[in-house]
């Protein structure tokens, strides 16, 4: 079992940056490819960015390439997504997901774990 933690949301204005982060316990986190979605109301859950294991290849929903980056820190068990230039497009709740592959998928039905998500909003 793997249990995730997601924290650093907030209300922020557009165009301000903020930094998730999502804190691993359990079974050898090092393991597991890592993800992060998000969920605006009355919406269906989205990939946002993903990394493996290895930190290899992130993978980047095309609405945030460019001004999302997400990272992982084995040694700390955290996988982060620093969030910059935020619009009020990217407001939602924002979930971090694990599974036991080495590749990363944009499917939400293919993570064996979830956080229970942190809220992060943007003003006009």
């Known amino acids: 079992q793997v249990q995730l933690v997601e924290s650093g949301g907030g209300l922020v204005q557009a165009g301000d940056s903020l930094r998730l982060s999502c804190a691993a316990s359990?079974?050898?986190?090092?393991?597991?490819?890592t993800s992060w979605f998000r969920q605006a109301p009355g919406k269906e859950r989205d990939f946002v960015a993903g990394?493996?294991?290895?930190?290899?290849?992130?993978a980047y929903a095309d609405s945030v390439k460019g001004r999302f980056t997400i990272s992982r820190d084995n040694a700390k068990n955290t996988v982060y997504l620093r969030m910059n230039s935020l619009k009020p497009e990217d407001t939602a709740v924002y979930y971090c997901?694990?599974?036991?592959?080495?590749?990363?998928?944009?499917?939400?039905?293919?993570?064996?774990?979830w956080g229970q998500g942190t809220q992060v909003t943007v003003s006009s």
């Open positions: 997901a694990a599974r036991t592959s080495y590749y990363t998928s944009r499917n939400v039905g293919e993570y064996d774990y």
């Open positions: 990394i493996s294991w290895s930190s290899s290849t992130p």
């Open positions: 359990g079974r050898t986190f090092s393991s597991y490819t």
